[in-house]
């Protein structure tokens, strides 16, 4: 119950103007998105950060530029120092981290 909250709360996010000429992908294309297989679920990938990186995701962005598909998580460590990581929406591969990222050991 307390997983699904959270995710609910992680989509409302997905509504943040993008940066550049990337765009910040609506719920309703979202979901699309994710029913034709283009991206894995914000819940698969929101765990898996958790799992690799300190800290507590506080935002999380879908985003779409030309066709590529993206996740932007903010976390924040015990430290207090935010940091972000990318991942690829449809493999889940990390594709950069900006900041003093914090992974578990």
């Known amino acids: 119950m307390i997983a699904m909250a959270r995710c609910l709360a992680v989509l409302l996010l997905l ?9 910040v992908v609506s719920p309703e294309r979202a979901r699309a998105a994710l ?8 819940a698969t990938l929101l765990g898996r950060v958790e799992s690799r990186y ?12 030309d066709g590529s598909w993206s996740y932007e998580f ?4 015990p430290d207090g120092r935010l940091f972000s990581v990318v991942l690829d929406a449809r493999s ?3 594709i950069h981290a900006e900041g003093p ?5």
């Open 35 to 42: 029913l034709a297989g283009l991206i894995k679920p914000l």
């Open 101 to 105: 990222v914090q992974e578990r050991r």
């Open 15 to 23: 509504a943040v103007p993008a940066r550049g000429d990337e765009t």
């Open 74 to 77: 903010e976390l924040l460590p």
């Open 92 to 94: 889940g591969e990390v």
């Open 54 to 65: 300190l800290g507590q995701v506080i935002e999380a962005e879908l985003r779409e530029r």
